[in-house]
């Protein structure tokens, strides 16, 4: 097998073959800082972004931990950040890109997961999707709805970043980076979500099917065995693949099997009452006026959402004192009266 670093030769994505960024602004972190890599920018943009703090309170599978071992969004996050760059360094591509869009890529995430994107998109009727959204939000939220003003590639890679629950599928007119964050997004969180239901009692690790401990017996093992398979199939076909070799088969088979037996069966009920009147509070409360119900309530975090559902148990209306000191009370001034569209990335540009 050649080097891999040989078999990607000149398709590291250079950074000076970007789009750039939409905007020119003179404050800009791009004009005070343009010695800096555009891409190595962009992750300083996001990381000092509200959307990423409250990355911090917004659930990953399980609500509201109380174990600080368990994932939220954030903590997942850092380990799509690690694995995506590894992998960036070993094949030669830009580990900067990589980065930035791992950095990103779930800053549209709604509150408690999955079963909000499910809700906000039956209520709507408009497809609520959390990748489409985390470009709205850097583009047209963020900053006091100035946006973040990312290069176009960030945007772009976190937009295509999530490719279903089926077999995973790569994009043959995209950046490998863009292949490289959407791959270890999925590995990072396939085997998070299996130690993390292990730890709060959901499964023992008997449960799973034996192909978990055929990749290995702990986290690390499983990851790294993944790993090595992708760097090695990639080298191969000379683009990053992972889907020929029996370990990406016994990957593919967990990850289904997550899927059937536990994201599906979590029970949310307690979670689906909440949001239900909460979107009943959002719509018709003075205070978000102008508002669309569904941008706000994507915006709010999993604490935020408790709090208000403790007030709808004790059969009291929620009023502006309730809300003052939550992190959409200082984002509603900036979004009232936009017309901003969840459903559109807007990168024709």
């Known amino acids: 097998m050649k080097h891999f670093k040989d078999?990607?030769?000149?398709k590291a994505f250079d950074p000076t073959k970007s789009r750039g960024?939409?905007?020119?602004?003179?404050?800009?972190d791009s004009v005070y800082f343009d010695c800096i890599e555009?891409?190595?920018?962009?992750?300083?943009?996001?990381?000092?972004?509200?959307?990423?703090?409250?990355?911090?309170?917004?659930?990953?599978?399980?609500c509201d931990p109380e174990n600080p071992h368990i994932r939220t969004r954030s903590r997942h996050t850092n380990e799509v950040v690690s694995l995506s760059t590894k992998i960036a360094e070993i094949t030669g591509l830009n580990?900067?890109?990589?980065?930035?869009?791992?950095?990103?890529?779930?800053?549209?995430?709604?509150?408690?997961?999955?079963?909000t994107e499910n809700f906000i998109t039956r209520v709507t009727g408009k497809n609520f999707k959390h990748d489409?959204?985390?470009?709205?939000?850097?583009?047209?939220?963020?900053?006091?709805?100035?946006?973040?003003?990312?290069?176009?590639?960030?945007?772009?890679?976190?937009?295509?970043?999530?490719?279903?629950?089926?077999?995973?599928?790569?994009?043959?007119?995209l950046p490998l980076e863009f292949d490289v964050v959407m791959f270890s997004d999925k590995i990072a969180y396939t085997f998070s979500d299996v130690n993390d239901a292990i730890r709060c009692g959901h499964f023992k690790e008997i449960d799973f099917p034996k192909e978990v401990l055929e990749l290995g017996k702990n986290q690390r093992e499983r990851t790294f065995?993944?790993?090595?398979?992708?760097?090695?199939?990639?080298?191969?076909?000379?683009?990053?693949?992972?889907s020929k070799s029996e370990v990406s088969q016994k990957f593919l088979s967990?990850?289904?099997?997550?899927?059937?037996?536990y994201y599906r069966k979590v029970n949310w009920s307690v979670q689906k009452a909440i949001l239900a009147e909460t979107y009943e509070f959002l719509s018709h409360d003075a205070f978000f006026e102008g508002c669309d119900p569904a941008i706000v309530l994507a915006l709010m975090t999993d604490r935020e959402l408790n709090e208000l559902g403790n007030?709808?148990?004790?059969?009291?209306?929620?009023?502006?004192?309730?809300?003052?000191?939550?992190?959409?009370?200082?984002?509603?001034?900036?979004?009232?009266?936009?017309?901003?569209?969840?459903?559109?990335?807007?990168?024709?540009?």
């Open 95 to 115: 580990p900067s890109l990589c980065e930035a869009i791992a950095q990103g890529h779930d800053i549209g995430h709604a509150p408690y997961g999955h079963m």
């Open 254 to 261: 967990i990850r289904n099997w997550m899927y059937e037996n």
């Open 225 to 242: 065995a993944c790993l090595k398979a992708l760097i090695a199939e990639s080298a191969e076909s000379g683009k990053i693949s992972f």
């Open 132 to 173: 489409t959204f985390g470009v709205v939000v850097a583009q047209y939220i963020e900053r006091k709805g100035w946006g973040m003003n990312l290069s176009y590639e960030v945007l772009k890679g976190i937009s295509v970043h999530s490719r279903g629950s089926s077999e995973l599928s790569v994009g043959n007119d």
């Open 21 to 28: 960024r939409r905007n020119i602004y003179p404050d800009d």
């Open 311 to 349: 007030i709808f148990l004790r059969g009291r209306r929620p009023g502006s004192e309730d809300i003052r000191n939550f992190s959409i009370a200082e984002i509603i001034p900036f979004i009232r009266g936009k017309n901003i569209n969840f459903t559109d990335p807007d990168l024709n540009w």
């Open 7 to 10: 078999c990607l030769k000149h």
């Open 38 to 62: 555009p891409f190595r920018l962009c992750t300083h943009k996001i990381l000092n972004s509200k959307a990423r703090r409250r990355g911090d309170d917004k659930t990953q599978v399980l």
